[in-house]
């Protein structure tokens, strides 16, 4: 009879807790569905469906002012997610292959922006540009906050997302073919280039990817750190929606949903093709 109470008790928490689950994929995501819906609004009034129409996204692609923060993003994101690349590759390099006097350290500090709150890091950023141009100024050019700044700062995070993804890649990775390589007597480079990279590459790349992804929906840090003609297009679409939601901002803001979702999906399409390779590998 105990048996029977405990089997009806587990289907009921079961249910219980499927339930739940679909309550709160609808408290995240019903939001999000029926902003794309009206998206795709006719009428100038949010909240009324005045029929399909796809003239607010033309509507948002003729807009200057959108299209010059569309181009900041671009610009900003590409900058930041090179560099990021390269020097987040090399920092997980370092502390998976070397030991050095400050390891440890640098070890803590990378994962620093990551677990940091997003605003304190824009006031850390915002006054280290600020004394810097302080002492820049009393040498000679004077500078201002602009596209360099929000790319800097955005290279300031993104290099802790490349390194923790590039080192997750480089924790399963086979030293024995490096070693096979230097058999053949191959220089470091030539090992680097032909045997290290391309096996890390796809963790490299997907490393890219996130920091793509971040530095284009970056907000509060871009916020922060932004000049005149530099305005990102998240930080114009916050700043336009206190003013009230319109169809247009609908519009971009399913854009760059859009964009956001594509780039996950590539980032966790080449992180599993990473497994798929280790896989075989170990196989082999």
């Known amino acids: 009879m105990s048996g029977v109470v405990e089997v009806g008790l587990g289907r009921r928490t079961r249910r219980g807790l499927a339930v739940w ?34 003239g607010w996204y033309g509507e948002a692609l ?20 090179v560099v990021s690349m390269v020097l987040g590759t090399a920092v997980a390099l370092a ?31 915002l006054v280290f540009f600020a004394e810097a141009f302080k002492l820049i100024d009393s040498f000679g050019p004077r500078l201002t906050l602009g596209i360099s700044t929000v790319a800097l700062s955005h290279i300031a995070f993104n290099i802790s997302f490349v390194c923790v993804v590039v080192r997750a890649r480089l924790d399963q990775f086979d030293r024995t073919l490096e070693e096979a390589a230097r058999d053949l007597y191959a220089t470091g480079w030539q090992t680097f280039r032909r045997i290290t990279l391309p096996l890390i590459m796809p963790g490299v790349a997907a490393g890219g990817l996130l920091a793509l992804t971040l530095s284009l929906d970056d907000v509060v840090i871009s916020a922060f750190v932004t000049g005149p003609g530099s305005t990102t297009l998240p930080v114009y679409v916050f700043s336009s929606i206190r003013r009230g939601v319109t169809p247009e901002l609908n519009a971009i803001s399913t854009l760059m949903l859009t964009a956001s979702i594509a780039l996950v999906l590539g980032s966790l399409a080449l992180q599993r093709r990473r497994a798929s390779a280790s896989q075989q590998t170990q196989i082999l």
């Open 21 to 54: 689950a679909w309550v709160v994929f609808a408290f995240l995501y019903v939001p999000i569905a029926v902003l794309v819906f009206f998206s795709f609004n006719a009428s100038a009034r949010v909240n009324i469906w005045g029929g399909f129409s796809l």
């Open 62 to 81: 003729r807009n200057d002012v959108i299209t010059s923060a569309i181009r900041v993003s671009l610009i900003v994101a590409l900058i930041s997610t």
């Open 95 to 125: 502390l998976d292959r070397y030991r050095f006097r400050g390891r440890r350290a640098l070890d803590g500090t990378v994962y620093l922006p990551i677990v940091i709150p997003d605003i304190t890091m824009a006031v850390m950023l």
